[in-house]
């Protein structure tokens, strides 16, 4: 079992930042890959990016730049940094993890995660 508790959300205005942590516990073979999302009232799961635990890191192609994933194996602590947030960025942030692999060119799926924290509620003001 996998055990994952997100924590750093909160309300900031536009051009602001943010840094989300995701504390991991429980087996790290069915956490060797982890992954951010987020999800807007009324819209489907967003996948964000996906990193394994040498750091390989995947994002999805709409960010832009603007968030960088990062994984410290010592503390068992996932984080995300959000930069120049914009309102459209507001949404509940999950922070998610599975087994298996990462390559090159991934893009993160709801469904290649089986264990989910609760979430992060993050709103951006303009």
């Known amino acids: 079992q996998v055990h994952l508790v997100e924590s750093g959300g909160g309300s900031v205005q536009a051009g602001g930042s943010l840094r989300l942590s995701c504390a991991v516990s429980?087996?790290?073979?069915?956490?060797?890959?982890m992954g951010w999302f987020r999800q807007a009232p009324g819209k489907k799961r967003q996948g964000l990016a996906a990193?394994?635990?040498?750091?390989?890191?995947t994002y999805a192609d709409s960010l832009k730049g603007r968030f960088s994933c990062s994984v410290d194996n010592a503390k068992n602590t996932l984080y995300l940094q959000m930069d120049n947030l914009k309102p459209e960025d507001t949404a509940m942030y999950y922070c998610?993890?599975?087994?298996?692999?990462?390559?090159?060119?991934?893009?993160?799926?709801?469904?290649?995660?089986?264990?989910w924290g609760q979430g992060t509620q993050v709103t951006v003001s303009s």
């Open positions: 998610a993890a599975g087994p298996g692999a990462l390559w090159v060119g991934y893009r993160p799926d709801p469904a290649d995660f089986a264990y």
């Open positions: 429980g087996s790290r073979f069915r956490s060797a890959r």
């Open positions: 990193i394994d635990r040498d750091g390989t890191t």
